[in-house]
């Protein structure tokens, strides 16, 4: 008997079994039902998303004996062959092999032959962004005269590089990542129909560490119920090889201790352990996160990614920090890991993002600091046990603290982030690639993307506003952010604060901040008594 993955054996064979793509299942049974489906679809959308699952369902309904039905019957020789991967009339082309040039050719001399068993030749073509524009050219010219028994799936991760006089044949579908609880549900499901047994919590820790991937979560599920027969959460971690939890707990306590030569033993130690330096930072990251959900919703472990056991130590050691220094901490560690994802020397790239925590306070400019340079000068007597590593913390983060207090160019997403989505844009649209460097402010809130341009670029945010235009910045903050964001633009007028004249007018910043309310932190209201309030405005504001 063959080996079959779970992902596989667990493929949706009919729409109803299409996990979270709502929207596309609607529109695609509708057109179906109403026979009004077209020649040419693309489906976008991220991996592990659904997108050739739909296809080969698509093919089902338009092929089935009983059809073309949105309800294909599962049974008749065309639904069994497309579920065995041997129908004839549905040809799938992977065009990340070989770039698809052999295949496009083919595919143009057979097209045009009616199919053998079925109404119709179904081509889909996955990872259609790979194909050399040869390719590209070969199929455009089919696509404008596409014989009426054929219908072209384009299935991809990156549509933004299809050339647009292709995208612009095909009705595009996007496929958005799939939530934790349609996967942890997902999970659950497929486990009890395999007789594997799972926590519950194992199940949500498998959905979360899945990015959205439904391949990558029953992937995970089959390693884990390898693994152990009963799977829970400690096992999901042994087998994520995740960090000790003792190393993360050690490394967090030497930081606050204000010990550097701790903390690069520690690293020392990890890089001995053979751990990767990107996994140990995302580790880190986890941990301090962990520790400031611990600290904000106490009696909540399902929140966290601990094993139960490990719980009360966590909670410990998020009551020993400051709320501020975790949400410092956390800046700054997730600034470093933009930079370690760009860094050919991932270790290196560690050490001096841990080292930017200790680093001395530079005399602030008036440029870089507009917001309150006052504070990170001085330093603040005895405010908190862990105040050497808050205060090196506090330099560190800058840009991400500088962000949350909502007094910055960006808000809820990092500039490095900002400039990984125009890097994703350019590509597609250099023009709007340059319109959005001349951004005011971009704000993220939830699932809601606000780019404020000031009044003087109103063409600019107008050009910004277009659907293409949005749809592109979605789709690159989207894969960015790990998640589905809409996004507005709007032109409006900066208002001048009056007593911080070393603002820059592009830093509107009347929304306030994101999630966190800074002006009910007790470290806020302690500075507030330290400083005079005219610094103190320009924090909480
Ligand atoms: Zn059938």
């Known amino acids: 008997m063959t080996y079959v993955s779970l992902y596989r054996r667990w493929r949706p064979q009919t729409f109803d079994d299409i996990i979270g793509q709502a929207h596309v299942v609607r529109t695609l049974r509708n057109a179906i039902s109403t026979g009004r489906t077209t020649h040419a679809y693309l489906f976008a959308g991220p991996r ?73 030749k179904v081509y889909i073509i ?61 999970v659950a499901r497929v486990a009890q129909a395999q007789s594997i047994s799972i926590d519950p919590d194992a199940a949500r820790l498998v959905a979360r560490r899945a990015d959205g991937s439904a391949r990558d979560a029953l992937g995970l599920l089959e390693q884990a119920s390898a693994w152990s027969p009963h799977v829970t959460v400690e096992s999901v971690l042994s087998l994520l090889g995740v960090s000790d939890f003792d190393i993360l707990t050690r490394f967090a306590a030497a930081l606050a201790d204000d010990q550097p030569g701790q903390v690069f033993q520690i690293i020392q130690e990890a890089v001995d352990s053979g751990a990767d330096m990107r996994q140990f930072l995302q580790d880190l990251i986890l941990h301090f996160r962990n520790m400031l959900v611990a600290k904000e919703c106490p009696g909540r472990p399902e929140l966290t990614d601990v094993p139960e056991a490990a ?116 590509p597609a649209s250099a023009l709007l690639e340059a319109f959005l460097k001349d951004v005011g402010s971009v704000r993220v809130e939830g699932d809601l993307v606000r780019i404020v341009f000031d009044p003087a670029w109103a063409v600019h945010a107008q050009k910004v506003s277009e659907p293409d235009s949005k749809r592109l910045i979605a789709q690159a903050l989207g894969e960015v952010l790990g998640r589905n964001v809409r996004c507005e633009s709007t032109a409006a007028r900066v208002e001048a604060r009056k007593e911080s004249p070393a603002l820059q007018p592009s830093a509107a910043g009347k929304s306030g901040s994101p999630g966190v309310d800074f002006a009910d932190m007790p470290e806020v209201q302690a500075a507030i008594e330290l400083f005079n309030p005219r610094e103190i405005k320009t924090i909480t504001d």
């Open 311 to 426: 719980y009360s130590a966590l909670t410990r050691q998020a009551a020993s920090l400051s709320r501020d220094h975790l949400i410092r901490v956390l800046g700054a560690l997730s600034e470093g890991e933009a930079q370690l994802r760009r860094s050919f020397n991932p270790r290196l790239a560690l050490e001096v993002t841990v080292a930017g925590l200790y680093a001395p306070p530079e005399q602030p400019t008036q440029e870089l600091q507009p917001a309150a340079p006052a504070p990170q000068q001085r330093q603040a007597p005895a405010a908190q046990p862990a105040r050497a590593a808050t205060r090196a913390a506090t330099r560190a983060a800058k840009p991400a603290a500088a962000e949350s207090e909502g007094g910055g160019r960006f808000s809820g997403i990092t500039e490095a982030q900002w400039q990984q989505a125009l890097a994703r844009i350019k």
């Open 48 to 120: 592990g998303t659904g997108k050739t699952s739909t296809a080969r369902v698509l093919a089902k309904a338009l092929n089935c004996a009983n059809g073309p039905t949105p309800d294909p019957c599962g049974e008749c020789v065309s639904c069994l062959g497309i579920r065995e991967g041997t129908a004839m009339d549905v040809i799938e082309v992977d065009a990340a092999s070989n770039r698809g040039i052999d295949e496009i050719r083919d595919l143009r001399e057979k097209v045009m032959y009616a199919p053998t068993q079925g109404r119709y």
């Open 126 to 186: 996955d990872e259609a962004h790979m194909l050399t524009p040869q390719a590209f050219n070969a199929l455009l010219k089919t696509l404008e005269e596409p014989p009426p028994h054929a219908v072209f799936v384009l299935a991809t991760t990156q549509a933004e590089s299809i050339i647009p006089t292709i995208q612009s044949r095909c009705q595009r579908f996007d496929f958005g990542r799939l939530t934790v609880s349609d996967l942890a549900a997902h």
